[in-house]
Structures are given as C-alpha cells and as structure tokens.
C-alpha cells in the first residue's frame, strides 16, 4: 500500500504537484472540468506501479495537475470503484496520494439517483452526510498510523462549517443548491424500487456507488471534505422508466456548465 502511494507521490510531484491544497475527485461525466485548470500536466493511473485502473466509461483514470484561482491543485479524472472488484482499502490510494502532496481539503463528487421527491435530475446536492450500505469500509485491515488513528471519528465527516459558508455563497450567486443524504450502496446494478423506498425510509435523499470510502480516508486523514452529487436519474421506482450509464453520461454533460460553475464558486470563494 506504502509503496504505491510513495509512487504516486514521486510522479505527481515530478509534474509539479508538492504543496498542492485541494484536491479534487471527479465522478462519472464530470471530468472534463479537470481540463480547464490552469497549466494541467497528466498522470495516467496506469503509469503508476500497483495502482489501480477504471474500466468504466467516463472515466479517464489520470490525475491532473493545475492552478485554479490561484491555488495548487491535484484532480482525479475518474476514480475506480468497489463494484469493479476492487477492495475499499485500495480506493483510498487517491486520497492518501493527496494527503502526502499536502492537501488540506478535499472536493469529491459523484453522479448520483435522486431518492428525496423533491428533485429532479439535474439537481445539485450538497452532502450533508452518508449512509454506508456498501457492506465493507475502506479502513479494514491494518491501520497506517501515519494517516490518522485506528478508530476515526465521523460525527462531522463533510465539514458543517464549509456546508454553511457554501450555501450562503451559492444563495447569494443565485445558485440552487440543495443539500441531502447520499446512500452508498455496493453497485454495479442500478437499486431496486424496494431498496430505493428503503433508502428514503432511512433518511437518503440520494443513493449511488462510490463517494463513501474516498470521504471516509479523507477524513482519516483530518482533511476537510465537500461532498457533490450530480442528480443525474431518479432512482429506480420514483419514475416509471429504466436506468442506464447512458442516461447518466448524458444528464451529467447536460449540467456540466452549473457543475462548473459551482466547483469554481468553491474554489474561488470558499476555500
């Protein structure tokens, strides 16, 4: 694990990327924002030894390295998931990855299912918390002290402080903005209707498959975290329609300009 992190450490560092403050994780259909930071130098996943590749469509699997409102940052442009048979410990690579470079705060996104009744796809959600429903945690197994303590605290796992800071800032760009519960559950199938008026009953306003152990290593390793979900779909049940990557891929290039736009207001604004 250590040595793969030491990798990619050495090679994002080679394209500038030491001293970098925020980091970013760019879900499905999301990661051409990446593109549009100052100066971006790439990293393919696969040129780093040990580390893990996506296959999933969308999904570049590179970091990029670039400037935005005159902050350093390093960018994931497509993170690899549990449900394409990866272990949760191997999806903190990224995250621990940033935490050495000298990330303070992390921005993760994710395209999303909405749950709550109130949305519609194209709404933007602000995490405001997360139900694991993935049936594993990202830290099992041994505990690398050098990143945080054997038994984290997630009482505030997506800092309320930055919350409020965000939706004051949204409300006075004129920026709806929503905030809400993501459910993580294991993928790759789409959740039944049955599970999707389960998550609801439990108090998720949105479900998808990833998302969940980046922010639980992120705040391992005492980092502020922003959580993001694209509505991409409503969930299974809410319409009478089938679900599809496409619908998802589609929704996500549709709302790009607001996704932007909002990442941009953080970057620039907030943090």
Do not use: W
């Not at 995490?127 to 945080?148: C, M, R, T, V, W």
């Not at 054997?150 to 800092?159: G, H, L």
């Not at 004129?174 to 199938?189: C, D, R």
């Not at 209707?193 to 990833?210: C, F, H, K």
Request: include cysteine; charge should be negative.
């Amino acid at each position: 694990m250590l040595e793969i992190i030491n990798a990619a450490v050495e090679k994002l560092a080679a394209q500038g990327a030491m001293g970098a403050q925020v980091g970013l994780i760019l879900g499905s259909g999301l990661g051409d924002y990446a593109e549009g930071l100052d100066n971006p130098r790439f990293v393919n996943y696969a040129d780093i030894p040990g580390y893990p590749v996506s296959e999933v469509v969308g999904h570049k699997s590179r970091f990029v390295v670039g400037h935005c409102s005159g902050k350093k940052i390093v960018a994931m442009q497509g993170r690899f998931h549990f449900y394409e048979g990866y272990e949760q410990s191997l999806l903190t690579l990224g995250v621990r990855t940033m935490k050495k470079l000298g990330v303070k705060t992390l921005v993760v996104t994710n395209a999303a299912g909405g749950v709550n009744l109130d949305f519609s796809a194209g709404t933007l959600m602000l995490i405001s918390d997360h139900i694991n429903y993935s049936g594993s945690s990202p830290l099992i197994g041994k505990n690398y002290d050098e990143f945080g303590p054997r038994f984290p605290d997630q009482s505030d796992v997506y800092t309320l402080a930055l919350r409020n800071r965000l939706q004051l800032l949204a409300a006075e760009e004129g920026m709806a903005l929503s905030e809400g519960v993501y459910m993580m559950f294991s993928g790759p199938t789409y959740e039944t209707p049955a599970e999707v008026r389960m998550a609801r009953i439990l108090g998720a306003d949105a479900v998808g498959m990833s998302t969940v152990p980046e922010a639980i290593a992120a705040r391992h390793c005492g980092m502020d975290v922003i959580g993001i979900s694209l509505i991409t779909n409503m969930a299974a049940g809410v319409l009478n329609q089938p679900l599809s990557h496409e619908e998802v891929a589609e929704t996500a290039g549709i709302a790009a300009a607001r996704f932007s736009k909002l990442i941009d207001l953080i970057l620039e604004k907030l943090l």
